[in-house]
């Protein structure tokens, strides 16, 4: 009887199933993420009726802070989610790199602050390692570009959980390092994230574990929402006139569009037309080259970037995310890696922002696109910030300038001074002539 209870205390599910996107097709709520009739990716769905009699913005607002106040919206059982503190990150107003740039009212959602490993992946893998748990899988696995093998070793580490986890093994050494300090068993792959992504599929089939990325996607694609959710609410429950994201596999893109259509559903914000703009790497962009040429599948390539984060050759939901720029009347753009290093700086010096290549990439694209007559200076923007510049330094390396040495002496900081005011000038008037 009190077991009863108890069970009805921790599970209130308001997802239904899995859903084939192809053909519509349901399965029960697994780890599993392809549908066995044509090969489609499954998503969860929910029931928004029951949503819209239960969820109010003030029970939203009476959630913790974090992803969980979104709970209900998140394809989970139990009220007591592993919360590491993931999401509410700040929304900052960014008047100077507005001003820059020539907008009016741009905004930049500043994921390299999540917690617990400075990216947004952060919110993928809290939804994923949840819904692993309550499936009883003790090992859990992911196929990374380096993020999500940070995020997934330090949850899993919060969790108590079993974590193996596949990078790339040309991965940047802030981001080796900052997956080993958790204890994980890691595999350093000799090969591109493709094929790591191959092996993990093979391995998720042998071995019962649970990939975040891979049987439990459905899951883990869910988390990226939040992204959707926050923005509507920090603006003060209203959406904004055009988003700017990264693109690697798409799913973060065509989430942040499930999330918004989610609230309008439901009610929690007014309907209104959203623009949405994708940033790739031009040495990694199979999503924006497809756009350009007009195409409606993509041409898997060979990733040659800096931008490793979002270096995906083969993206599992470039097509949706091709859609959703076109029908929103969006765009898809991509920048090189000069380019990439210009935008990680730009953030950096007008907003005080260090980000990754990811968010270069985004800065860079965005600028791109307001140059060309692309973005409306009228239209409330928002960029997504999704990683810390802390864990790719080898990007910026030799482009920064360097400390001036001096004496511990008065005299010595004086002349350093002088000669700083004075490059400093010279500077200046190189811009200027
Ligand atoms: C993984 C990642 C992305 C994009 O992820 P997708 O959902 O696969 O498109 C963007 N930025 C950073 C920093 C990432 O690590
Ligand atoms: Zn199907």
Request: proline letters at 5%; a negative charge.
């Amino acid at each position: 009887m009190t077991q009863t209870i108890a069970a009805q205390a921790t599970t209130t599910a308001t997802f239904k199933s899995l859903k084939c996107k192809e053909c519509g097709a349901e399965y029960e709520p697994k780890a599993t993420h392809v549908c066995e009739f044509c090969f489609g990716p499954l998503e969860v769905a929910y029931d928004y009726d029951a949503l819209r009699r239960t969820v109010t913005r003030e029970t939203i607002q009476a959630g913790p802070n974090s992803i969980w106040r979104y709970r209900p919206f998140l394809p989970v059982a139990t009220n007591n989610p592993i919360d590491v503190g993931t999401g509410m990150t700040p929304l900052v107003r960014a008047n100077r790199l507005a001003r820059r740039l020539g907008l009016k009212k741009l905004y930049i959602k500043n994921d390299a602050v999540n917690m617990p490993t400075l990216s947004f992946k952060d919110r993928v893998v809290s939804v994923a390692l949840t819904r692993a748990r309550e499936l009883g899988f003790s090992t859990v696995s992911c196929a990374s570009t380096g993020n999500l093998a940070n995020s997934t070793a330090a949850i899993a580490a919060h969790a108590g959980l079993d974590c193996c986890v596949f990078i790339p093994a040309d991965l940047e050494a802030g981001k080796v390092l900052g997956t080993l300090i958790y204890g994980p068993t890691v595999m350093a792959v000799q090969g591109n994230y493709d094929q790591v992504n191959r092996l993990c599929c093979e391995v998720a089939n042998t071995h019962g574990w649970g990939f975040v990325n891979i049987n439990l996607r459905p899951y883990y694609s869910e988390g990226s929402k939040t992204l959707g959710y926050e923005v509507i609410e920090q603006l003060g429950w209203e959406l904004p006139d055009r988003i700017v994201a990264p693109l690697a596999s798409g799913s973060l893109f065509t989430k942040i569009y499930k999330g918004f259509r989610e609230f309008i559903e439901v009610g929690l914000v007014e309907e209104k037309h959203v623009r949405f703009s994708g940033a790739q790497a031009e040495g990694c962009s199979p999503i924006a080259q497809a756009f350009r040429e007009e195409r409606d599948f993509i041409k898997p390539v060979k990733p040659s970037t800096i931008a490793k984060s979002i270096a995906i050759g083969n993206p599992a939901d470039g097509v949706y995310a091709l859609e959703i720029a076109r029908k929103t009347g969006g765009n898809i753009e991509s920048v090189n890696d000069a380019e990439i290093v210009d935008g990680i700086k730009l953030l950096a010096e007008t907003e005080g922002i260090f980000t990754e290549t990811a968010g270069g990439t985004t800065v860079a694209v965005l600028k791109k696109l307001v140059e060309a007559g692309k973005i409306d200076p009228e239209e409330t923007t928002v960029v997504y910030i999704t990683g810390n510049g802390l864990k790719t330094q080898e990007a910026v390396q030799g482009y920064i300038g360097e400390p001036l040495t001096i004496e511990p002496k008065l005299e010595s900081f004086e002349r350093a001074l002088e000669r700083a005011q004075t490059l400093d000038r010279l500077e200046w008037q190189q811009v200027l002539v």
